[in-house]
C-alpha cells in the first residue's frame, strides 16, 4: 500500500528528469545516438526519450484529477520539478538540448493543467457552479 502512495505523490515527471540525468551525465553519448528502429527515421535516443516524457505528462493529467490531501503534495512536488528542469535548462551546459527543453515544458504544462485539472474537480465535488446569468 505504502509503494502505491509514493507512486500517486511523487511526480512521474521528476522520474524522467532523474533518468535523463543519469544518462547524460554517464557522458556515453547514449541521448545522441540513432534511434534502434529500422527505417528512414531520423530520430534519436534524446528525441525518442523525451517522446516518453508524453506518456508521463498523460498519466500526471489523470492523477491530477484525484482531490485528496496527498494530491496538493504531489502539485508541490511537480512545481518543484519544473523549477528543477529550468534551472538545469538554463545553467548547465549538458541540458541546453532540445529533448530537455520539451522535458521542462511538459514540466511546466503537468504544473499548469493539474493545477486546473484539480481545481475544477474539487469546485464540482463540492457543488460549485459556474456564473449563472439567470
Known sequence: MFIIR????LPFMGLL????????????????????M????????????SM???????LEVIKSTNTRGWSLANHGL????FVGTLILFLIVDG?????????TTMALVD???GMMVTI???RRDIGLGGFDAG
Open 6 to 9: 509514493i507512486f500517486t505523490v
Open 17 to 36: 528528469v532523474v533518468i535523463y540525468a543519469g544518462l547524460s551525465l554517464g557522458g556515453t553519448g547514449w541521448l545522441d545516438a540513432p534511434f534502434a
Open 38 to 49: 529500422g527505417g528512414d527515421l531520423n530520430m534519436n535516443n534524446g528525441e525518442a526519450f
Open 52 to 58: 516518453a516524457g508524453l506518456f508521463f505528462l498523460a
Open 78 to 81: 511537480s512545481m518543484l520539478v
Open 95 to 103: 541540458y541546453a538540448t532540445v529533448p530537455f527543453l520539451m522535458i
Open 111 to 113: 504544473v499548469l493543467v
Open 120 to 122: 475544477v474537480t474539487a
